[in-house]
């Protein structure tokens, strides 16, 4: 290799867990420079749901990185695939979406993988996968199939555990590894990238290229960053999750949630910070850990709107925690009834999304009134003009009387 091989592997290497092989990525990578040719960068993603969250981002980081490199990304949105529903990480067989759910939530992938990836036509590509898969007749199917044994399909982890627990495994479900192995197929990718839980689907992708007389392509994991809750993957079904999307001072306190000890992962899989910066950074003995925070939540906002929001965003969070006051723009609700119970009112004003959250609030006495706190959530009050509702640390509403 190179220096200059070397150098962009070092690169590559941050944040991913395993690349499959990094000869393989060496070659790959040197012969492009040889001949001005783009790597292939695949990345696959169901629209299984309407938005990108920050364990998203981290594997379209990744792909960021390769096109600052000079190299293409090939977006693979599975408006076909999502039919089906990828079995990773469940431990039962996915719902199968209708065909409108899946155009609904397609549309706002480009926009929001946007924020992260450049989209000029020279560095991305997007494709949906019912342009070849759709095509497919039985027969094709057949011979895709052929070239899988249920052996080895049953040495995916999460296959071979419902079997042993004697749970059922749907049929489609083994198709649906072969059908994104044959998205790298078609595309013809160089790289395919993805969570440590898309491993086995992406080595399937090998395989297909491989018996197709294509060069197989690199695969390489990224780690699948942890919720808000510490424990497990983000994830919008498990409300632990940061959007793309988020407010600015929404998405700011949220990272100011997280442990201390989720620090390291998210500075290293979030931001490009270098490795010696951050190991100072999450260091007690060097820098406070609120400092820390502040800094990481600052990074984080100003990837996704600019650096003024940030520091406004920043401004904010001290004013409500450390401070104690209101911030400045709560948003205004207009209420029409003369009297209602807490929980309709919290519903009412947006500040959440159902009576058993409004009750869970409540006996978390997560919910004051102008500063007083609420203990029974089938309170009847009379709302005033001026009110200030406040759910948890960071939801506040103003009310105003029709």
């Known amino acids: 290799m190179t220096k200059k091989i070397t150098e962009q592997i070092k690169l590559i290497k941050r944040g991913t867990i395993e690349i499959l092989t990094e000869e393989e990525l060496a070659e790959k990578l040197a012969e492009s420079a040889k001949t001005d040719r783009q790597l292939?960068?695949?990345?696959?993603?169901?629209?299984?749901?309407?938005?990108?969250?920050?364990?998203?981002?981290?594997?379209?980081?990744?792909?960021?990185?390769?096109?600052?490199?000079?190299?293409?990304?090939?977006?693979?949105?599975?408006?076909?695939?999502?039919?089906?529903?990828?079995?990773?990480?469940q431990d039962k067989t996915r719902p199968m979406l209708n065909q409108k759910q899946i155009e609904e939530n397609a549309k706002t992938y480009f926009e929001q993988a946007g924020k992260i990836l450049e989209t000029s036509e020279e560095k991305l590509e997007v494709r949906y996968n019912s342009e070849w898969l759709s095509d497919l007749k039985l027969v094709d199917i057949i011979k895709l199939t052929s070239n899988m044994t249920v052996a080895r399909m049953l040495e995916r982890d999460i296959f071979e555990l419902r079997y042993k627990k004697g749970d059922p495994i749907g049929i489609h479900e083994f198709l649906y590894p072969l059908m994104q192995g044959y998205d790298s197929v078609i595309i013809k990718s160089d790289v395919e990238l993805g969570g440590t839980d898309q491993t086995f689907n992406n080595l399937v992708g090998r395989d297909l290229q491989r018996i197709n007389g294509q060069k197989p392509q690199v695969v390489i994991t990224t780690p699948i960053l942890v919720g808000l809750d510490g424990q497990e993957k983000m994830s919008k079904s498990k409300g632990n999750y940061i959007g793309v999307t988020d407010e600015p001072n929404d998405m700011f306190g949220k990272i100011m949630s997280i442990s201390d000890e989720m620090m390291e992962n998210y500075f290293t899989l979030l931001t490009d910070l270098p490795t010696e910066k951050i190991t100072e950074l999450v260091n007690p003995d060097k820098t406070h850990p609120k400092k820390a925070k502040v800094l990481l939540a600052k990074a984080i906002v100003t990837d996704f709107y600019d650096e003024k929001i940030a520091e406004l965003a920043s401004a904010q969070f001290d004013k409500i925690f450390a401070q104690g006051q209101l911030p400045d723009d709560i948003p205004e609700v207009i209420i029409a009834d003369p009297k209602i119970s807490i929980k309709q009112l919290l519903i009412s004003s947006k500040l959440v999304e159902s009576g058993g959250e409004a009750k869970r609030m409540v006996v978390q006495e997560a919910v004051s009134i102008n500063g007083e706190k609420i203990n029974d959530p089938n309170m009847e009050i009379t709302p005033k003009t001026g009110m200030v509702i406040q759910v948890g640390k960071r939801k506040f509403a103003r009310l105003r009387i029709k």
Do not use: C, E, N
């Open 40 to 89: 292939r960068i695949k990345l696959g993603l169901d629209p299984t749901s309407p938005d990108i969250h920050l364990g998203h981002t981290v594997v379209l980081r990744k792909m960021r990185q390769f096109q600052d490199l000079g190299h293409k990304a090939v977006l693979i949105i599975g408006d076909y695939t999502a039919r089906i529903g990828d079995p990773s990480g």
